[in-house]
C-alpha cells in the first residue's frame, strides 16, 4: 500500500513509521520543510489545498498526522490552529475524495474528552467531546467532527487515534526531549501507533470509529484501550512497565 503521511518529519511520525515501513508498505512523507529521510519526502504546507492535492496523488492510504508546533505561544490564538490543524485536515480529506482515496487514518489525541478526566472508569466511548486543554484540544474535536462528516458524506473508512502522551520506549524521551523515568496511564510509544494505524489501514470496515491508543497496562480499563486491543487484535508491545508508576503502587498493574 501507498501511504502519505502529512507531520512527516515529527516526532512522532518518526517513529511511526518504522512498523508501517518493516509491514512493506511505501511511505511518502509531507512536511513544510525539507528534511532527510529513506522514504519519499514531498516538501508542501497543508494550509495550502494544491500541495495537499500533489501530495495525495497516488496514494491508497493516508495518515494525518500534522499539527502546529506546540511552542509557548502557538497556540494563544486561534488563527494558526486552524489554518494548520483544522484547514489543514479538512483539505486531506478534500483532497481524498477527489482522488478517490477512502482509507484514512487520523492521529487525534485523549485531549478531546479531557473535561471527563475527573470520572473514574468511566467509559470511554460514551462521553462527547469536551477539552481543557483551550484550543489545542479544541483543533483536535474539530479534527475529528470533520472526519466523521466526511466519513459519513463520502462512505470512506475513517479511523481516529486518540492517542496519550507520546513517548520513545527505547530512548525514553519524550517528544521535547525530556527523559521519562516514570509511567503513567496515558502513556504510548511512537511505534505502537504506528502498529496501530497499520491494522486500521489494512482492515476492510466502511465508515468512521474512534480508537483510544495507549500503552500501560493501566490504560486497558482506565482509558478505555482494551476495546481496541479487541477490535484489531492488537497487544502493545512497549507498555512501559520498566519505569516505575508514578501513582499509589496500589493502582499499578502487573
Known sequence: MKILITGGNGFLCKGMIE????AGHELRLLDVKPFESDHEVFVGDVSNFDNVLEACKDMDGIIIAHMLSRSSDAYQSPGPVFDVNVKGTANVFQAAVALGISKIVLISSEAVISRHADLPDANKRHLPMRSKNGLYGLGKILQEVIAEQYAFEHHLQVDALRVGYIVDGEKGQDKYGR?????????VDRRDIGEVARLCLERENPGYEFFHVMSTPESMVEHDVQYTCDQLNWKPKYDFTWLPWHGDPKEAKA
Do not use: M
Request: charged share 40%; net charge positive.
Open 179 to 187: 527523559q521519562v523515568k516514570e509511567r503513567a496511564a496515558p502513556d
Open 19 to 22: 512498523p508501517l515501513a518493516k
